[in-house]
Structure formats: C-alpha cells, structure tokens
Nanobody, 125 residues
Framework: QLQLVESGGGLVQPGGSLRLSCSASKFTLKDYSIGWFRQAPGKEREGVSCITSDGIPDYENSVKGRFTLSTANAKNTVHLQMNNLKPPATAVYYC???????????????????WGPGTLVSVSS
C-alpha cells in the first residue's frame, strides 16, 4: 500500500524556522514531481512549493526566499526548510506526488488525491 508521511511540524515563534519532511513507502519520490500544500483553518488547501524529479524547485511568491526544498533520495525523503516564518503560515502542511504529469515539470501540477496525514505548523508568539 502506498504511503506518505509528513513530519517536522510544531509551534514556532514568528521569525523562527522549521524543517518539514515528506517520506514515502512503496514508491520512489524522486520519480515524480512532489508538491507541498497547506491548509489553514477555514481556508482552502493551497500550493506552497514543488520540486521536480531532477531537483528543480518552484515556490509560491509569498514564500520565495524563505522556504527551500531539498531531496534526500537515499532516504526517499523530500525536505521543506521554512525560515522567517510568519503567523499566516499556520496550517497543516501536506506533500503529494504528481503521478500524472511529466516528472520534470511543476507546471500544471496534477493532484491525485493521494495525501499523507499532514503535519501541523503553528506560528505564534
């Protein structure tokens, strides 16, 4: 059974940092483009960032310069380093693969409906 697990969330003060991890079992993350999404209380899920199968990242404008994607292929894991966090970043964060689109592009990322449980990030003083 395919599985995704996000981890690394927590409570952090404004300006703080967290590193989220996305790990998978029964499939290989580096074979696909991987997206990170977040859902704040009472809001729709929104895209945050994406990394292609060849390691090219893309970021939503509000997180550019503060969030960084990286891969640990030997561990079948994708990391999202989040620096200078702000209260609007408070949300449950999810990762998901694009099983349908070309793995070397984040453009037109196709949601498959396959999600992990998410990890909660709370930014508050």
């Amino acid at each position: 059974q395919l599985q995704l697990v996000e981890s690394g969330g927590g409570l952090v003060q404004p300006g703080g940092s967290l590193r989220l991890s996305c790990s998978a079992s029964k499939f290989t993350l580096k074979d696909y483009s991987i997206g990170w999404f977040r859902q704040a209380p009472g809001k729709e899920r929104e895209g945050v960032s994406c990394i292609t199968s060849d390691g090219i990242p893309d970021y939503e404008n509000s997180v550019k310069g503060r969030f960084t994607l990286s891969t640990a292929n030997a561990k079948n894991t994708v990391h999202l380093q989040m620096n200078n966090l702000k209260p609007p970043a408070t949300a449950v964060y999810y990762c998901t693969p694009d099983f349908t689109g070309p793995p070397t592009s984040c453009s037109g990322f196709m949601l498959s409906g396959f999600w992990g449980p998410g990890t909660l990030v709370s930014v508050s003083s």
